[in-house]
């Protein structure tokens, strides 16, 4: 009888052990950013420097292999490396979605240049198959990566204020990994880079493989062709 209660007592210890910890990573969290605890300012105005835990919960931030403990409000640099948390502001067009976007600048850091990252460790779905995200138009030179293997990222729809990539992440479904996001330098001669990034989620739908994109835009650029189609046709502090 005691030994029962024994083997009864280590059964629920490690039970509750187990589901706190799977508890503790389960999902991942703030992926559209709209978690930032910071004041209200208008556009155009600067919120300063502010604990990474208050402009972007739940996430890490990374200048090369540096961990940062700031990230600017409402504020980007000229040259510098960043991680700047941007809203919530009047003007419409600087917000990709929602109330707040995170913006990553690789550029000069103490004694180099380096990437601009951000990291989560988190569950993903069982059943997911794509990560899926909004990027600001034009940008170029990041990468997105889950336990340091870099997913491709696609480019799936556009519109005025961003473009939505998306990358097959179906070998990850129901595992806990550590999702990264960098901005990288463009070259050695041009080492800054600016990447907004905004409403992340882990998809149920599959998204097409780059060879396949590559085949639809040729095929939408003969349609054109064929169908007659014609047309006319970066030191300081920069405030947001």
């Known amino acids: 009888m005691r030994v029962q209660r024994t083997i009864i007592a280590v059964l629920v210890v490690l039970i509750l052990t187990f589901g706190r910890q799977n508890g503790h990573a389960q999902t991942f969290t703030n992926l559209n950013f709209e978690s930032a605890n910071l004041p209200v300012v208008t556009s155009g105005q600067s919120g300063g420097l502010v604990p990474v835990s208050a402009g972007l919960p739940g996430w890490t931030v990374f200048f090369g292999n540096q961990q940062g403990t700031l990230v600017l409000h409402n504020d980007l640099t000229a040259g510098g490396a960043s991680v700047d948390i941007l809203g919530p502001v009047s003007a419409p067009t600087a917000i990709i979605d929602g109330n707040y976007r995170a913006v990553l600048q690789a550029g000069r850091y103490i004694a180099g240049d380096v990437a601009a990252t951000i990291e989560q460790t988190g569950l993903i779905p069982v059943g997911t198959q794509s990560i899926q995200a909004k990027f600001s138009v034009g940008a170029t030179d990041f990468t997105v990566s889950l336990n340091g293997q870099n997913i491709p990222m696609s480019p799936l729809a ?83």
């Open 158 to 240: 556009s519109a005025s204020a961003f473009t939505l990539f998306g990358g097959d992440v179906s070998a990850f479904a129901g595992q806990t990994v550590d999702l990264s996001i960098s901005a990288l330098s463009v070259s050695p001669q041009n080492t800054f880079n600016i990447v907004s990034v905004d409403s992340i989620v882990f998809s149920t739908t599959a998204v097409p493989e780059p060879e396949t994109w590559a085949l639809l835009l040729c095929g939408a650029v003969l349609f054109g062709f064929g169908g007659g189609i014609r047309s006319g046709s970066r030191g300081g502090s920069v405030r947001a």
